[in-house]
Nanobody, 119 residues
């Protein structure tokens, strides 16, 4: 069983920066994509950023130009650099790894890390 361990969340003022990390407990083969999701109180979980196995990245419009997703495959780690943070970024952030084995897809999730941006 693969475990994803997140770190880097915390409390920051508006305009500040945080870097989230998500490390897998072991190497995961056939990764299709990795991503970061977030869920604010009373809201649905949303995809914030993703990076494909080929290195292509996608971002939700609200974080474009402020967040950067990256991955270190040798360390089985995915990062989310967050800058110019806003109170609306406050949420629990979850990392996700999607593994595709033929026709079967498997999703692994981290436990979540709280990000709170004060105004």
């Amino acid at each position: 069983q693969v475990q994803l361990v997140e770190s880097g969340g915390g409390l920051v003022q508006t305009g500040g920066s945080l870097r989230l990390s998500c490390a897998a407990s072991r190497s995961i083969f056939s990764i299709n994509a990795m991503g970061w999701y977030r869920q604010a109180p009373g809201k649905q979980r949303e995809l914030v950023a993703s990076i494909s196995s080929g290195g292509s990245t996608n971002y939700v419009d609200s974080v474009k130009g402020r967040f950067t997703i990256s991955a270190d495959n040798a360390k089985n780690t995915v990062y989310l650099q967050m800058s110019s943070l806003k109170p609306t970024d406050t949420a629990v952030y979850y990392c996700n790894v999607h593994q595709q084995l033929g026709l079967h897809g498997y999703d692994y999730w981290g436990q979540g890390t709280q990000v709170t941006v004060s105004s």
